[in-house]
T-cell receptor, first 113, second 117 residues
């Protein structure tokens, strides 16, 4: 079955450490997205990519980095520069380069100790 | 400025009754799209329904319908015959294309729906 796989599902990190969240899709979708979700805040866009080797900053990109070396993969690194990284992170993809219907992964919950 | 506004943090409905979840949006683009997603307690986002700005008729998908009022810039979700499994967070989203950027979806803060037996 096609879909999006995010790993790990739960992650704990000490302050000052970088951490990378994995996102893999086998839907052959062109566009991929990373959202952050905090209680009462809804979803906020971190980074997105329409094609391989290209990505754009979303609304809250500071303290995060991404890469898009392969069509099916869009990892997100939460760096030590991110002041409040504890959150639920959702990866999504869509067919074509426009923002069409998004298919989401199950999410990764990051907790900074 | 907030592009998507969901004014109801929480809603309650009796099983088998209908419920309307409000969503208003702000855009100056003539072409846009509106989406509704459901997020159960498991966390995964589930697509429910889509309405294009040029669509003449309101979108419907099974028990879900979208009450699209373009002049009022509202896109309310109507769930008919509520079921216990409808208890979840519901998010309204809009597709926008910022100047110089690529299309992206912007989400509202969500409404928590509780269906009571």
């Amino acid at each position: 079955d096609g879909g999006i796989t995010q790993s790990p599902k739960y992650l704990f990190r000490k302050e000052g450490q970088n951490v990378t969240l994995s996102c893999e899709q086998n839907l052959n979708h062109d566009a991929m997205y990373w959202y952050r979700q905090d209680p009462g805040q809804g979803l906020r866009l971190i980074y997105y990519s329409q094609i391989v080797n290209d990505f754009q900053k979303g609304d809250i990109a500071e303290g995060y980095s991404v890469s898009r070396e392969k069509k099916e993969s869009f990892p997100l690194t939460v760096t030590s520069a991110q002041k409040n990284p504890t959150a639920f992170y959702l990866c999504a993809s869509s067919k074509g380069r426009g923002a069409n219907v998004l298919t989401f992964g199950a999410g990764s919950r990051l907790t900074v100790l | 400025a907030q592009k998507i506004t969901q004014t109801q943090p929480g809603m309650f409905v009796q099983e088998k009754e209908a419920v309307t979840l409000d969503c208003t949006y702000d855009t100056s683009d003539p072409s846009y799209g509106l989406f509704w997603y459901k997020q159960p307690s498991s966390g995964e986002m589930i697509f429910l329904i889509y309405q294009g700005s040029y669509d003449q008729q309101n979108a419907t998908e099974g028990r879900y319908s979208l009450n699209f009022q373009k002049a009022r810039k509202s896109a309310n979700l109507v769930i008919s015959a509520s079921q216990l499994g409808d208890s979840a967070m519901y998010f309204c989203a809009m597709r926008e294309a910022p100047q110089g950027g690529s299309e992206k979806l912007v989400f509202g803060k969500g409404t928590k729906l509780t269906v009571n037996p």
